[in-house]
């Protein structure tokens, strides 16, 4: 399939598989596809059991900004928000060169997949968009999210429950919230996550870095196998965190705690500066404290070089190398 040069205004496109050609199904985007103001639908552009897929450049304009001004006006019902493009129970996925913007709510999902590769993928949409994640992951495996670019008014990238393997190699965040796992332990039943690894990041006036995030609940979980290496920091005001008291609103978890188990999280040459004066927040729960966690050469400052700050709460770990902050570990 081919988008000629131009740009195209497109309604909610669904595409379902089994494909019937052997090599796959080959979607090259000359131009830029555009979406209405409104998707009747939870996403515009959705591939379902799409194996074999190729996705290859172009624009995907999500044209979300009617939806965010609506969501801003307090007492006005809105429609939907809409993920751009969802790819879902699709084996072998390769997506390169593919430009998104303004997506009403998340940018790229993948769910239920596996061996899904994203390369040279640019994200753009406002600081203050809400809900607009660049890449969320989930109940999937095998990921590798390559030389991607993403600024967003939410998560770089953030991966779900019941993941694994899942590389982020050489990408560029800022605005948003961070490269995220989770949140997590929000209901019961949920998979793990392990074996993540981001390496070579760079992230630049984000509200977080590197957040592992759960919910004050006691739902089981577990977050296992996790690497962090090479990330440079700019203004960044959470810089390293886990958080595992997360309760928006402090509704149905107060005076909870976290049922998911974190455990063998490596932090390893994570170098920049701190918006904040706590740059290590190690907030971990008091049911199944945080184990396994290791630092190597850190170092992070404040307010134009200032010595930082960390904090830990039933975190347990080692520091080896340089770390500045000291660990309070």
């Known amino acids: 399939m081919r988008v000629p040069a131009g740009t195209f205004l497109v309604g909610q496109a669904y595409f379902r598989g089994p494909c019937r050609s052997a090599g796959g199904v080959v979607l090259a985007i000359d131009g830029t596809v555009v979406a209405p103001p409104t998707v009747g639908n939870a996403s515009w552009i959705t591939f379902h059991y799409a194996h074999r897929l190729a996705i290859r450049g172009g624009t995907l304009d999500g044209n979300g900004h009617a939806f965010w001004a609506c969501k801003a006006a307090a007492g006005r019902r809105c429609p939907p928000g809409t993920t751009t493009l969802d790819i879902s129970q699709s084996n072998n996925v390769s997506v390169k060169r593919v430009t998104l913007v303004d997506s009403k709510n998340v940018h790229v999902s993948i769910f239920d997949c596996a061996g899904v590769t994203l390369q ?13 994640d660049g890449i969320h992951v989930a109940l999937s495996r095998d990921v590798a999210i390559l030389s991607a670019t993403v600024r ?11 993941t694994s393997g899942v590389a982020i190699h050489n990408i560029r965040c800022g605005p ?23 390496v070579s990041a760079s992230l630049a006036g984000t509200q977080n870095g590197l957040r592992i995030k759960t919910w004050g609940k006691p739902f089981a979980g577990r977050v296992s196998g996790v690497r962090f290496s090479r990330v440079a920091m700019r203004d960044v005001q959470n810089p390293i965190v886990v958080d595992q008291n997360y309760c928006p609103g402090n509704v149905n978890c107060p005076g909870q705690s976290s049922g998911v188990k974190i455990s063998d999280v490596e932090y390893e040459e ?20 945080c184990t396994g966690i290791r630092l190597r050469n850190i170092n992070l400052t404040y307010d134009g070089g200032k010595p930082a700050r960390s904090f830990c709460k039933n975190a347990g770990g080692s520091a080896t190398g340089v770390v500045s902050p000291p660990s309070c570990l």
């Open 270 to 289: 994570i170098t920049g500066t701190s918006a904040t004066a706590v740059a290590v927040r190690f907030d971990c729960s008091g049911s199944n404290p």
């Open 120 to 132: 040279g993928v640019r994200i753009t949409a406002p600081a203050d968009s809400p809900n607009t």
């Open 176 to 198: 948003g919230h961070g490269i995220s796992i989770g949140s997590l332990g929000g209901r019961a039943g949920e998979g793990e996550v392990r074996n993540v690894t981001v």
């Open 152 to 162: 967003t008014g939410d998560d770089c990238v953030s991966v779900g429950p019941g």
